[in-house]
């Protein structure tokens, strides 16, 4: 089962514009982590946030964690076509598992 | 160079054959498991592994044996091929405190 939901499923937007997807998830973890997939191809990591972090930035990218709500936000600032992915949260669950469990994806269309 | 390297990348197999999806790194990673993703969805974990010689199921394990006997190598096993198990398969790794290395994903169909 998927450890939680993703949304917007899709979203299409202009070059330039900024890009938020949300993530929930369902129980504790350890942390949470954020893939970018173009298609048919395999996963890249982008920014991985620990339990007691609430915010962290790489480039244009900004995650926010929120583990009262089992939340977290992805934000992409100035996007460019590039950008054009599906995008991934996952989780680690924190029970000593060191795998993780994806929720279902945001897939973002960036037009140019 | 380093990374996750999985072979084959494409495979076609009959109802009942069995088969190796072969994952290899050379990052000395700890942490390694096997995910299967379906069309239009997200991951899911079959097996995954905490060292060498140490391993456990996921979520969607039926079907699938697993081994680590390197800390280099984590092969999946497919024991009797069936259509439901067509889909592509990835392999990850990773080590404390970093996300995780992707292979590039061996596309799988059963008929």
């Known amino acids: 089962s998927q450890q939680g939901e993703e949304d917007p499923q899709a979203l299409s937007i202009q070059e330039g514009e900024n890009a938020t997807m949300n993530c929930s998830y369902k129980?504790?973890?350890?942390?949470l982590q954020w893939y970018r997939q173009n298609s048919g191809r395999g996963l890249v990591h982008l920014i991985l946030i620990r339990s007691n972090e609430r915010e962290k930035h790489s480039g244009r990218l900004r995650v926010t964690l929120d583990t009262s709500k089992k939340s977290s936000s992805l934000l992409i600032t100035a996007s460019r076509a590039a950008d054009t992915a599906s995008y991934f949260c996952?989780?680690?669950?924190?029970?000593?598992?060191?795998?993780?469990?994806f929720g279902s994806g945001t897939r973002l269309q960036v037009q140019p | 160079n380093a990374g996750v390297t999985q072979t084959p990348k494409f495979q076609v197999l009959k109802t009942g054959q069995s088969m190796t999806l072969q994952c290899a790194q050379d990052?000395?990673?700890?942490?390694m498991s096997w995910y299967r993703q379906d069309p239009g969805m997200g991951l899911r974990l079959i097996h995954y592994?905490?060292?060498?010689?140490?391993?456990d199921q996921g979520e969607v394990p039926n079907g699938y044996n697993v081994s680590r006997s390197t800390t280099e190598d984590f092969p999946l096993r497919l024991l009797s091929a069936a259509p439901s198990q067509t889909s592509v398969y990835f392999c990850?790794?990773?080590?404390?405190?970093?996300?995780?290395?992707f292979g590039s994903g061996t596309r799988l169909t059963v008929v």
């Open positions: 592994s905490v060292g060498a010689g140490i391993t």
């Open positions: 990052m000395n990673h700890e942490y």
């Open positions: 996952a989780t680690e669950k924190n029970t000593g598992r060191r795998a993780l469990t």
């Open positions: 129980t504790s973890i350890n942390n």
């Open positions: 990850a790794s990773r080590n404390t405190g970093v996300g995780y290395t």
